[in-house]
């Protein structure tokens, strides 16, 4: 059976969370991404969680091949 690290219970529902990895910290006004899932399955919230995953590992990736300078950060986020 599939178990999703990034997935927590919390007042019943399930949420996502991953920790903005060092090297991109400075980048972030935050230390995580945290969302709700909205569902008290879990999964369902497995099933979620694989397709934000796949969005944050693709925007980690992008910021890390550098087609963003910092000055344009704010515009694009």
Known sequence: MFMNK???LRSGYFYYRMAIPND????FPFREIKQSRSTDDKKNAESQALGIEGKVLQVYSI????V???ETLPAAF
């Open 24 to 27: 991109l910290k400075h980048l």
């Open 6 to 8: 990034h997935i927590f």
């Open 63 to 66: 910021l890390r091949s550098g």
């Open 68 to 70: 963003f300078s910092e």
